[in-house]
């Protein structure tokens, strides 16, 4: 089958300073993936590149096997803060894609409205985004999305915002979401936990520039829920995750002292 997504022999660099070095990562359709690293060391630059704001000056990145220059548009972004536009409503900030999208303003709205009761958001349809609660508010960043109208979703530590009990809700919803839309997902978090909760695979950035990253499968049935923090299998993997960067922390701050 066709990877969703691919990134073969990509390199990267902000003019002297070297983000990715023969870069490959493959994406399949309907995978959840999350990556994982240190802070600065490339993850938002990476979303950057799938979204194609930025381009490789080696390698080709790929969906569905084609090279693609013009990917905005292609792939749905949910950023860290909610970015919703305060002077539109619900219905209205979520219906937004569909009408950049040529949609007249009745019927996206319409559709949105249809939307809203497995977001939990009926009740909020007409409510302004300072209204709401932050999860409340990221759902509907989530909504906007996924009307963007693509299945490649790129979530940029989409629940780092909020406090611990709603992050634990909006992981066990967003996995939900995941199931029922079949969406292939890639998502960033600082977040160990979280990354192997929600993923098929773990992906670790380490290094500078990052070279080979480390793919960590994570064996656990699905649906999952946060309990399934306390097994033996998760508790391995997250002392493995830890471990690689850890090493990482500590290469980079020896090689800073040299
Ligand atoms: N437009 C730019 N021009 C020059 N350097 C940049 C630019 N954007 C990012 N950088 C640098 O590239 C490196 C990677 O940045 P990036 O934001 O991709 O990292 P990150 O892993 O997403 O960081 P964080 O986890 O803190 O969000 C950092 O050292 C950053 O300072």
């Known amino acids: 089958m066709l990877d969703r997504l691919a990134f073969s022999g990509v390199r990267f660099s902000y003019g002297d300073q ?24 490339g993850k938002s630059t990476l979303f950057q590149l799938v979204a194609g704001l ?4 080696l390698g080709t990145i790929t969906l569905n096997g084609a090279p693609m220059e013009k990917r ?15 002077w539109r409503t619900v219905v209205e900030n979520a219906a937004l894609p569909l009408e950049i999208h040529g949609v007249a303003k009745k ?26 609660s932050g999860g409340m508010r990221q759902r509907v960043s989530f909504l906007r999305a996924l009307l963007s109208g693509t299945d490649l979703m790129l979530l940029d530590e989409p629940f780092s915002s909020l406090d611990g ?6 992981q066990e919803w967003l996995m939900e979401m995941w199931q029922e839309t079949g969406s292939t997902m890639l998502m960033i978090t600082h977040d160990i936990d979280e990354a192997i909760l929600l993923a098929d695979r773990v992906i670790v950035l380490t290094g500078k520039p990052i070279e080979k990253p480390v793919e960590l499968v994570v064996n656990l049935e699905r649906p999952r829920t946060t309990a399934f923090r306390n097994r033996a299998e998760f508790l391995s993997l997250r002392e493995e995750i830890w471990e690689l960067l850890r090493k990482n922390v500590a290469k980079q701050s020896s090689g800073r002292e040299a």
Not at 72 to 86: E, K
Not at 107 to 132: I, M, N, T
Not at 165 to 170: D, V, Y
């Open 18 to 41: 070297p983000i990715l070095h023969d870069f490959d990562i493959h994406v399949g359709k309907g995978e959840f993936i999350s990556l994982i690293g240190p802070s600065g060391i």
């Open 54 to 57: 930025l381009h490789p000056q």
């Open 72 to 86: 905005l548009g292609m792939v749905g972004y949910m950023p860290q803060r909610d970015a919703l536009l305060p």
């Open 107 to 132: 019927e996206a709205q319409a559709k949105v409205r249809l939307e809203l009761p497995r977001y939990g958001l009926s009740e909020w349809a007409d409510a302004y985004p300072s209204e709401l």
């Open 165 to 170: 009990i709603t992050r634990m809700e909006m």
